[in-house]
């Protein structure tokens, strides 16, 4: 069962969307799936955050340039890093 606002196209399940309804799961439990927040990453000072005009939100970890222990790109969300540093007081949060 697919849901959609109808005021807006029906919306077409995609490949991954059947993939999902495949192993018993909706649309809806996908999205659900995902991460509300980032933990750490959203007050560390070595992150980078990049929002995409979608709406989709990327946390670039500046550690990972110059430490190939840290990952580019760390799955969300991060609930403990040894390279966690808050930002300093005067630094607004990211």
């Known amino acids: 069962m697919l849901y959609y606002d109808t005021h807006e196209a029906p919306y077409t399940p995609t490949r991954s ?10 649309i809806l ?15 560390c000072q070595h992150v980078k955050v990049t929002a995409t005009t979608r709406g989709s939100v990327f946390y670039l970890c500046l ?20 390279g966690y540093e808050p930002p ?3 630094a607004p949060v990211r």
Not at 33 to 40: D, F, T
Not at 66 to 81: A, G
């Open 17 to 26: 969307d059947r993939a999902w309804k495949r192993a018993g799961l909706s």
């Open 29 to 43: 439990t996908k999205a659900s799936a995902m991460p509300q927040s980032p933990g750490l990453c959203a007050a």
């Open 63 to 82: 550690r990972s340039q110059t430490d190939d222990s840290f990952r580019k790109y760390p799955p969300l969300p991060v609930l403990q890093c040894r």
């Open 88 to 90: 300093p007081p005067s």
